[in-house]
Structure formats: C-alpha cells, structure tokens
C-alpha cells in the first residue's frame, strides 16, 4: 500500500518527536538528581524544570488544544509558566522532583503518541500539516540546546561526551565571497513548520556586498584580542565596553590564560583553544567590535539570509543553503552529534550556491539586525512566542549551532538575543561593503 501525504506527515512528526526526547534523556540522565535540581547559573533554569515545562508545553498544546482532553495537571500550569516566573528564581519554586517529572512527561509522550496516530492532521490551522506536533517538537529541541547550555555552565568533572566533528575542511578557500545586488525572497509562506516570525514570505532588494566564506575563528579573534581591542573604546559600542569594564572581560566566556597560551573549558574539559574552529561564547557586543577592528561590519539579517538561500541561477530562495533536502551529517553540524564546531570551512556538501561554508550548523551568528516583524507578520498561535520580543532590545542570530536540532533548523529560523549574551552558542562572521573595483580575499 502505497503511503498517503498525511501518512507522510504523521511519520515525520513521530521521528522528529522521537528524536527529541531521546536527546532530552541524554542531556537529564547523564547527571545525577542533585545536579537537575541545582541551578548552574543565575542565568539558567534548574535541568528539572527544563524536563517538566517540556511535558507541560506538550500537554497543553496538543493533547488538551488539538485532542480536547482534560488538564492532567492543571496545578503546575503557572510553575512551567516562562513568562511568569524569570529564571533566577525558578528553584524556589514547587518543582517537580527529577523522579515524578520523568513520569510526568513520559506519561504526557505516550498520550500524544495515540493522538498522532488517530489526528487527521487537517482541518484547522493547528493540526493542518501536523503544525502543533512539528512546533511541540521544536520547542523541545530549543529547550534541549538551553539544557545543554546548562551543561556547559555546569562545574565539574565531564557529564557528557561525544565525537570530533570530521575534518571536511578545504584548504586555500577564498576568505570572502561577493553575493551581488539585486531582489531576493526573504521569510517563508509554505514551510509547513515554519514559526510566525518567520512568515510571510517578502521580496528584498539588497546592494552588493561581500562576506567571509566561513565564521569568524578562534585565531582570527586572537589577533584582535592580542591588539589591545578589549582596551580600546574606538572599536566598540557605548554600551558594550562599558559591559567590558564593569564585568573586566578579557575574552570570550570559558576562555582563561595559561602562561602564553589560552585554555578553554568544554562540558567539562579543559583544553587548549583551537585556532581553527569557530570563536564561540562572544556576545553580540564583542562581535561588533571585533568587526570594526577588522574594518568590516556584520552582516544585517536580510544580507545572511540572502546569502544562505538565494540561488542567483534559478532566481529562487532554497530551503538550506545546499538546496531544499533536510539536513544530513555531510551538510552540517547540528543536533548535539558533536560538542564543538567543526573546522572553519567545513561541510562542502553543505556550502551555498556562491561558495559560503557553514551557514547552518556549527555556531549561531550575530547580524546587525535588531529583532522585528515581517511585513504582514501576523502572531500565531500565541504573542509570547515572538510578538512580546520585538524591537530594538533583541538581535537576531541565524544559521544554527551544533547544539541545534535539525527539526529546529532552516533557512528561514530567526534566533534572537540580548546583546550582552555570551553562554550561548553564539559566534559570528563578517560582511562589507562591496567596492567600486569589485576585488575581494
């Protein structure tokens, strides 16, 4: 019998739901219950509460808001609530122990999973596509990357482990592409998982410009730390080097000196920082002045995504910068397959139509852009997602990093953050202005 598109769709929910808990299992089980009930850091929540607003997100979305059911627990609505209570303060909260929070959301799952089986995934914005089923697995996914980060922040001894990224990396790539003038489409209005900051699809006509072929790295931002550009204020803005003064940042998060090299801690490990990956854990800030050092700027929103998805051969926007395929392991570097970048120029297979390496994957790039609506933005299927966020408190970052999961990630996913966020998985790479006599690196 051959399979039907809701047949389709149906299985691809049920992988994409499978695949999350079972990385959510890796990041809780790899700690004992003092640890999920710790909180690592001011910034983040304790790992239980992670695990239990996992199963509470799920409960309310799909099986009382696309299958009609009773609360199961009503009660611990407002405790999951992220909007309710901030993060410093959810451990005083009557959290769940680890214990009956696994049961918890376990329960929640093997409901769900009988209502995939019987949803006609139809007949209403919610379920059209299997739409709530793709968005409870991205929320799960996000939190998955939160929790890792959690993890990161963590002291003591390695909870996780995982291998090398391969070495795919092409010697001798040009250091910047030129991406041409001229109209692109931005956003989406067909990507049937795609979130409401995302859509609607709209046209954008951009000037030339250049942009590194591959993220900033870990030697390159050497060099500027080695120049003195945390000391001088001529490269930064107002606000970012009075967070340098006041908080005495020296260097990117987790890196601390040994004598006349650089370590770096890693879930864990302490290791010396390797020149050829990626720069990781920069705020937005140290992006920006890394950028005005080098005599460049980064790129706005519209410019990464122009380079990521636009094919100037079919005047069209793909899905992925490799074309419109889901992801795989030659494309790109994400869902915890590995826990650290791979080598700058990685993934060929993953490159754009104008040679651009590692626009998915490896690291969350800063732009210049601030967090705001499409035209026609319309909220769906609640404000809290996006609308509450936009304005100029926010910069966006694209592209995804290897703590990202592949349901969670495409050519049109915007990320946003405060500027002075730097346990994120963030890092950046940089753009210019395209010159009269058109040269290039």
């Known amino acids: ?82 909007f309710e209570h901030p993060r410093a303060a959810r451990p005083s909260l009557p959290l769940l122990p680890p214990a009956e929070a696994r049961v918890y959301a376990a329960d929640v799952r093997g409901r769900v999973l009988d209502l995939l089986e019987r949803s006609p995934l139809a007949g209403g914005p919610l379920t059209d596509a299997a739409f709530a089923f793709g968005m409870i697995a991205q929320h799960e996914q996000q939190h998955d990357e939160t929790m890792l980060i959690t993890h990161q922040l963590r002291r003591g001894p390695a909870a996780l482990t995982a291998p090398a990224p391969p070495r795919t990396h092409t010697p001798g790539l040009p250091d910047e592409v030129l991406v041409p003038a001229g109209p692109f489409t931005m956003g989406t209005s067909t990507e049937p998982w795609a979130l409401d900051n995302e859509r609607p699809a709209h046209r954008r006509d951009l000037a030339a410009y250049w942009l590194d072929t591959t993220p900033v790295t870990c030697g390159a931002y050497l060099d500027f730390m080695t120049d003195g550009g945390y000391g001088d204020p001529r490269w930064w803005a107002a606000e970012g080097f009075d967070q340098v003064r006041r908080h005495a940042i020296t260097a990117p998060l987790f890196w601390q000196r040994d004598g006349g090299r650089w370590l770096r801690r890693r879930f864990g490990v302490l290791e010396p920082v390797p020149g050829d990956e990626p720069v990781l854990h920069v705020s937005w800030y140290e992006a920006d002045a890394y950028a005005r050092w080098a005599g460049r700027r980064l790129p706005t929103e519209a410019e990464w995504e122009k380079a ?134």
């Open 1 to 82: 019998m051959t399979d039907t598109p809701t047949d389709e769709l149906r299985r691809r929910a049920l992988d994409a739901l499978l695949e999350a808990r079972t990385r959510t299992a890796t990041l809780v089980d790899s700690v004992e219950d003092d640890e999920l009930t710790a909180q690592h850091s001011p910034l983040m929540s304790p790992l239980v509460w992670d695990l239990a607003h996992i199963g509470n997100q799920e409960e309310q979305w799909l099986l009382r808001r696309v299958g009609g059911g009773e609360a199961l627990r009503p009660e611990i609505d407002s405790v999951y609530d992220a």
């Open 308 to 441: 990521a998805r636009h094919d100037p051969t079919a005047d069209r926007s793909r899905r992925f910068p490799w074309g419109d395929a889901d992801p795989t392991p030659v494309h790109a570097n994400l869902g915890q397959r590995h826990l650290r970048p791979a080598a700058a120029g990685s993934y060929p297979d993953g490159a754009s139509p104008l040679g651009v390496r590692q626009l998915i994957g490896d690291v969350w790039e800063w732009t210049a852009s601030d967090f705001l609506p499409y035209p026609g933005f319309a909220a769906f299927p609640y404000r809290e997602y996006s609308e509450v966020f936009f304005g100029s408190d926010h910069k966006v970052l694209r592209g995804g990093s290897f703590a990202v999961g592949t349901v969670a990630c495409r050519g049109t996913f915007r990320n946003w953050d405060l500027p002075v966020r730097r346990q994120i998985f963030a890092g950046f790479r940089t753009a210019r202005d395209a010159d009269l006599d058109g040269g290039g690196g």
